[in-house]
Each structure stands twice: as structure tokens, then as C-alpha cells.
């Protein structure tokens, strides 16, 4: 009788890989393995070491200690280039595409056709290899159409051709779905679990449990920089997911909130209008209030923000705060009537990267420590109240002027976004997105902010493409599609299925 093949050693290991900054300990022994044609989910809150651990795959940062082994062989990359040389590829959450250059372009910057006997790119062979990638990732566009002119998703499947080019053995994903609508991302999923089924091996990083524990073969959970916890999908679910990412049981991730007593309105819009972007929308906020917007990517919800808020034109209707009549509304005037708003894309709309927290807090209200005549902005003051905001959100640095944007978690971003707006002591606040791309944790801190608001008496527009983050912290919800109110919703008759419904015009099943 034959003895039973010996089982294939793992594809990737990692052996008690250390990292430390200035003496601070990133990554304190992790060690970890992933079978070939496996999907491993790599979660944890931001800072908690999955970044660190993949730029050490990834050849951006060496160790200070352990070893990596990949396909049976030391693995030691000097620079990105060798890691994709060894066949690892990433996909990162800010896509690494050169939206003025095509499809073709991107998918091979670093090793482009040419005619033989000739320094000149072979033009045929370079579209050609174009469209085979693009084919295995059933992306039918042109290969001369420039990534500017692509969506989110599109770009997101460009990304992994570019991988497919290289003969990827090991494919990296950070936040695959956070910019993509839900059609995109049963796409991407579809081919996921298409690669996977041909022998891709994955790491999965994200902050929506859900699909970790939908796609994900094996889990492995960060706290930080130690490993808190590993093993099949199967044993685990988001509860215990966020349990150990955060280090404490949460009984409740929502603060409690009561519906707000009759109050008088913030914000009020009547028929507002605008072809191809919302049709006859009107609604009351009243202080106190969470008021939830929800609907599909593309159903108006950001669009009307931005109207409320002064930043895109509207046709016909009105928009009133606090009962008076806001004219001709742009965001300085807004601003004035006691309007906030948050937008989705922190980034690259609600702050300076480069500047410190202090400068980014100052640009909403600098007229209150810049007054006129001279100008000069009362540094002594505006710290004091860059202290007290600081403490408000709970943001972690404490040297306001010496950190720059730019250093600090996602989470930490989008408290600087929220603190910005908070100094000018506002009666409404729009929150689009206002927990994407953040981790778990941080987002709870968020949910208590936002109640904390509401309690004090501001009235809260959201806009969440998460239910559960409705359901929630709301007391009223909105569904929009194709840019008009669909169907309004009190806490009591919150219903899943109901919103559906409504955001995807189906009828009850009977």
C-alpha cells in the first residue's frame, strides 16, 4: 500500500518578521502561511501592522528580524521591482495608474514591445497584449482609451491585468471595493473567485468584514503589530472579527439613540431640481436630528449634498435654514448660515496632505482668528481652540503644528475633516461616506461623535452606502433613486428589504 503524497509546502511564509520606527515596535514576531490557490483575509484596525507587513513583501521596507520564504525559496526584496520579479503583485486602494496615459500604456510601462532591430514600441504587439489582459479580466474597452476616461471600476480591473501581465503568482488587494458601486464590485468578485479557481493565490485587506468572511479562505488578525488571531473563515464572524481587532468585546457597536423631540427645523429643501441630477426633492432636518440618505452610487445622494451645500448649481426650488431662505447659496454664504459639509473624498477635497493638523483646522474658520483689520491670525487662541476641538474628537496627536496630514491613519484624517468644520460651530452637518477606508475602531469613535452632535443639537445629514451604519445612528431614513425620494422611513419601520426595494424599484416577492 502507496503512502499518501507528502501535503505542498505553503507558498508564502512568514517567520517571526519584527519592524520597529524609532524604537516604537511595528510588527512583533508575526508569523504566518498561505497555501498556493488560497485566499488569506488580512484584517485589523489602521496602524495595527498590515500595511508594514506588505511593504516588507512587497520589497519597500526590509525586517528587522525573521524571514520570508515564497514558492520554497528566501525571499529578501531590495525593491518593489524584485518582488514583481518573484511574481507578487498589488493592488492598491490608491490605484498606482497614470490617468493621462492609455490602457495599453499602463499595462506596460516597464517593459513596452519593440519592433525588432529597432528602439521604437511595436504598436500592433503593444494592443494586441493589451487586449489579451484586458480579455481574462472580461473588460471590453479600448486599449488606447486613456485611464482619466475609465470608472472606478474599470481601473480597479486595469489594475489587476497589470498584475495578470506580469505573471503574478501572488495577488496583494487593499480595499478593492471602497470606490466601486455594487455592480462593480459582484464583478470584481466574479473574478476573484475565477482566478482563485485557475490557482491565484490572494491576501485580502479590508475593512468590510462581510466580504472577508464571503471570499476569504483564512483569516489572520492584526492588534498592534501581533498576531491575534488566525484560522479558517469558517471560525470566525464579525463579531468576533471586531473583538479582536479592537481588543475588547463590543456589545453594541451603535450609542443608543432616541428619536430627537419635536424640534425645529435646520435645513429644509422644497422641490429642488435639476435635470439629470434630482428631480422635485424636499425634506425637513430638525435639530438633533440623523437624518439618513440612502440609495445606490449614481441615485443623487452626493449630487443633492453638493447642491445643499452651494458647491454644484440647482434649477428650481428652494433651500431654507432655519427657516429663512438661503439665495443664490454658495459655501462661503452656507458656511455663514451655520453649514458643514464633509465630503466622501477626504483626500484630495477636505484636506491639505501636506500641511500640519493646526493649518488644516484654521481653513474653515480663519476669519475668527484672522480678524480685520491686520489679518494676522491669533496663533495663542487658535491653539487653545485647536486643543479643545482636538479633545472633542479625540484625536490622537498632541503636537498640532508639527504633524502633517499626511502622517496620520485614515481614521485620524477624517477627525482632522470633522474637527475643521466643528470650529465654526455649525447648526448642520452633511457627513458623505464619512467612514470609508476607516477601521473598525475608529469608526465606533465616529458613531459616538455623530451621536454626541445630535445630542447637542445639530442637525445630521447622512450619507452612507453601509445599511448598517443607517439603521444605526439614524432616526429617519430617505431612500433615493434616480434622483428623487423614493420612500421615507421612521425608526420603528426600518426594514431592510423595504429599502431595497425602494432603491432598486422591485416590488415584494408574493
Same mark, same amino acid.
Not at 210 to 216: K, N, Q
Not at 440 to 468: N, P, W
Not at 493 to 508: G, K, P, Q, S, W
Given at each position: 500500500m502507496s503512502s499518501p503524497a507528502p501535503a505542498a509546502p505553503p507558498l508564502l511564509r512568514f517567520d517571526r518578521i519584527q519592524k520597529s520606527f524609532f524604537g516604537v515596535p511595528v510588527l512583533q514576531g508575526i508569523s504566518l502561511s498561505l497555501d498556493q490557490g488560497r485566499a488569506l483575509g488580512l484584517?485589523?484596525?489602521?496602524?495595527?501592522?498590515?500595511?508594514?507587513? +506588505?511593504?516588507?513583501?512587497?520589497?519597500? !521596507?526590509?525586517? =528587522?528580524?525573521?524571514?520570508?520564504?515564497?514558492?520554497?525559496?528566501?525571499?529578501?526584496?531590495?525593491?518593489?521591482?524584485?518582488?514583481?520579479?518573484?511574481?507578487?503583485?498589488?493592488v492598491h486602494q490608491e490605484l498606482n495608474l497614470f490617468p493621462n496615459l492609455s490602457v495599453a500604456e499602463n499595462l506596460h510601462l516597464t517593459a513596452f514591445p519593440r519592433r525588432r532591430g529597432f528602439p521604437v514600441i511595436h504598436r500592433a504587439l503593444l494592443r494586441a497584449k493589451t487586449r489579451a489582459l484586458l480579455e481574462q479580466v472580461s473588460l471590453d474597452i479600448d486599449s488606447d482609451t486613456p485611464v482619466e476616461r475609465l470608472t472606478a471600476g474599470e481601473r480597479q480591473l486595469v489594475e489587476i491585468a497589470k498584475a495578470l501581465g506580469i505573471e503574478a503568482r501572488l495577488l496583494i488587494l487593499d480595499e478593492p471595493t471602497t470606490s466601486l458601486t455594487d455592480l462593480e464590485t459582484r464583478r470584481l468578485f466574479d473574478l476573484l473567485e475565477r482566478l482563485r479557481g485557475q490557482? +491565484?493565490?490572494?491576501?485580502?485587506?479590508?475593512? &468590510? *468584514?462581510? =466580504?472577508?468572511?464571503?471570499?476569504?479562505? &483564512?483569516?489572520?488578525?492584526?492588534?498592534?503589530?501581533?498576531?491575534?488571531?488566525?484560522?479558517?473563515?469558517?471560525?470566525?464572524?464579525?463579531?468576533?472579527?471586531?473583538?479582536l481587532m479592537v481588543g475588547r468585546q463590543l456589545d453594541q457597536?451603535?450609542?443608543?439613540?432616541?428619536?430627537?423631540?419635536?424640534?425645529?427645523?435646520?435645513?429644509?429643501?422644497?422641490? !429642488?431640481? &435639476?435635470?439629470?441630477?434630482? =428631480?422635485?426633492?424636499?425634506?425637513?432636518?430638525?435639530?438633533?436630528?440623523?437624518?439618513?440618505?440612502?440609495?445606490? +452610487?449614481?441615485s443623487g445622494r452626493s449630487e443633492l449634498a453638493r447642491i445643499l451645500f452651494g458647491l454644484d448649481p440647482f434649477g428650481a426650488g428652494e433651500i431654507l435654514v432655519e427657516g429663512k431662505p438661503l439665495r443664490r447659496p454658495r459655501p462661503i454664504r452656507c458656511l455663514r448660515r451655520g453649514l458643514a459639509f464633509v465630503t466622501e473624498n477626504r483626500r484630495e477635497e477636505g484636506l491639505c496632505l501636506e500641511a500640519s493638523i493646526a493649518d488644516n483646522l484654521l481653513l474653515v474658520a480663519l476669519r475668527d482668528f484672522a480678524p480685520p483689520p491686520a489679518r494676522w491670525i491669533r496663533r495663542r487662541p487658535l491653539q487653545a481652540a485647536a486643543a479643545r476641538i482636538r479633545s472633542a474628537v479625540r484625536l490622537t496627536p498632541t503636537a498640532l503644528d508639527s504633524h502633517p496630514v499626511k502622517t496620520l491613519s485614515g481614521g485620524n484624517q477624517q477627525k482632522v475633516v470633522l474637527a475643521k468644520w466643528l470650529l465654526s460651530q455649525p447648526r448642520v452637518i452633511i457627513l458623505d461616506e464619512p467612514t470609508r477606508g476607516i477601521?473598525?475602531?475608529?469608526?465606533?469613535?465616529?458613531?459616538?461623535?455623530?451621536? =454626541? !452632535?445630535?445630542?447637542?443639537?445639530?442637525?445630521?445629514?447622512?450619507?452612507?452606502?453601509? +445599511?448598517?451604519? !443607517?439603521?444605526?445612528?439614524?432616526?429617519?431614513?430617505?431612500?433615493?433613486?434616480?434622483?428623487?425620494i423614493r420612500d421615507e *422611513?421612521?425608526?420603528?419601520?426600518?426594514?431592510?428589504?423595504?429599502?431595497?426595494?425602494?432603491?432598486? &424599484?422591485?416590488?415584494?416577492?408574493?
Open positions: 484584517v485589523g484596525e489602521n496602524g495595527a501592522g498590515k500595511t508594514t507587513l +506588505m511593504n516588507i513583501l512587497g520589497g519597500n !521596507l526590509a525586517p =528587522d528580524a525573521g524571514r520570508i520564504e515564497f514558492a520554497g525559496l528566501p525571499h529578501q526584496p531590495r525593491s518593489p521591482l524584485e518582488a514583481a520579479a518573484a511574481g507578487i503583485a498589488f490557482g +491565484m493565490t490572494m491576501i485580502y485587506i479590508s475593512h &468590510h *468584514l462581510a =466580504d472577508v468572511l464571503r471570499f476569504c479562505d &483564512h483569516i489572520a488578525v492584526l492588534r498592534d503589530g501581533e498576531l491575534v488571531g488566525s484560522g479558517p473563515a469558517s471560525a470566525f464572524n464579525a463579531t468576533r472579527l471586531i473583538s457597536v451603535f450609542p443608543g439613540s432616541a428619536p430627537p423631540p419635536d424640534s425645529p427645523p435646520v435645513l429644509e429643501a422644497r422641490r !429642488l431640481s &435639476h435635470p439629470g441630477i434630482i =428631480d422635485q426633492v424636499s425634506f425637513t432636518l430638525r435639530a438633533g436630528e440623523i437624518l439618513g440618505l440612502s440609495g445606490l +452610487m449614481g477601521d473598525v475602531g475608529a469608526k465606533c469613535e465616529f458613531y459616538q461623535l455623530i451621536h =454626541d !452632535l445630535a445630542a447637542r443639537g445639530t442637525g445630521i445629514l447622512l450619507i452612507s452606502s453601509e +445599511m448598517e451604519e !443607517l439603521l444605526g445612528l439614524c432616526h429617519r431614513i430617505l431612500v433615493l433613486r434616480q434622483g428623487a *422611513l421612521q425608526r420603528p419601520e426600518f426594514d431592510r428589504e423595504r429599502i431595497l426595494r425602494a432603491a432598486l &424599484h422591485t416590488e415584494r416577492a408574493p
